[in-house]
């Protein structure tokens, strides 16, 4: 891998637990799903760490204006996308150290029909080097592919430049 992002776009039909039988002619909900990778030239453990830094996503994931924490697996991320502003809380629901972070929206009564989840991969390829995989699956709409590759440019140019 020559350090670019790489991604690839996936379509998904989702459900949510309990939701009612839909009856043929309706229109389901459908989710954008993408994967992309980059090579980040620093550590594992410091981009780990960089990723840990919740409050410092709106510097690499455009969508995100803004995050609050509540506690240690709960914040709440102002988005902006397709024009339109979301308060979402996003529950962080897997932290391997150094390995793999999960994270989901919870339910919200204002915004019911939007769901938005992803799971990062970091993968040691020298003392100096680290495979950073993003897989992102959202509701909100908009390219998620695009979106990925550019959070993924971006993170990388942050977590080099912690480097320097």
Partial sequence: MDGGARSQKMNARAFTP?????????????????????????????????WLAFEDYPK????IKRVRRLDANHFVASLGLDGKQYDATLEMILRVPERRLAWRTLADHHAPDHFAAGVVSFTPLSDQSTCVTLRLTSSFGGAVSNRVDKYLGNFKTLAEEQQD
């Fill in 60 to 63: 690499f994931i455009t969508a």
């Fill in 18 to 50: 309990n939701e009612p039988m839909r009856n043929k002619g309706d229109n389901p909900r459908t989710m954008d799903a993408a994967e992309g990778s980059i090579v980040i030239n620093a550590p594992v453990a410091a981009v780990y760490k960089r």
